[in-house]
């Protein structure tokens, strides 16, 4: 069974730091590109960003130079790192793989294969 767990979601004060994991199983994340997206309450699904199977990521323009993707083969895990966190950051988390196509670099979730189920994440002081 193919699946996404993420976690490490919680409540930070602005210009904190958390860092999400997207724990992966049944599949190696070598092999799928997994991307990041969030959905604040009564917003539309925003990609934040992908890394592909050859381990080259990028982000959307919001986070950049403060959100970064990485991914640890050996736990079969993708992390995304968030620093000096901003209120707008609030949302739902999500992670998302895809086998082949270019969904996940240029933000298409509708092309994206499978979904984790999410993780909370509130910037407030």
């Known amino acids: 069974q193919l699946q996404l767990v993420e976690s490490g979601g919680g409540l930070v004060q602005p210009g904190e730091s958390l860092r999400l994991s997207c724990a992966a199983s049944g599949f190696s994340t070598k092999d799928y590109s997994i991307g990041w997206f969030r959905q604040a309450p009564g917003k539309e699904r925003e990609w934040v960003g992908c890394?592909?199977?050859?381990?080259?990521?990028v982000v959307g323009d919001s986070v950049q130079g403060r959100f970064t993707i990485s991914r640890d083969n050996a736990k079969n895990t993708v992390y995304l790192q968030m620093n000096s966190l901003k209120p707008e950051d609030t949302a739902v988390y999500y992670c998302a793989a895809e086998g082949r196509g270019s969904s996940c670099v240029f933000g298409r979730s509708g092309g994206m294969d499978f979904w984790g189920q999410g993780t909370q994440v509130t910037v407030s002081s």
């Open positions: 890394i592909i199977f050859s381990g080259s990521s």
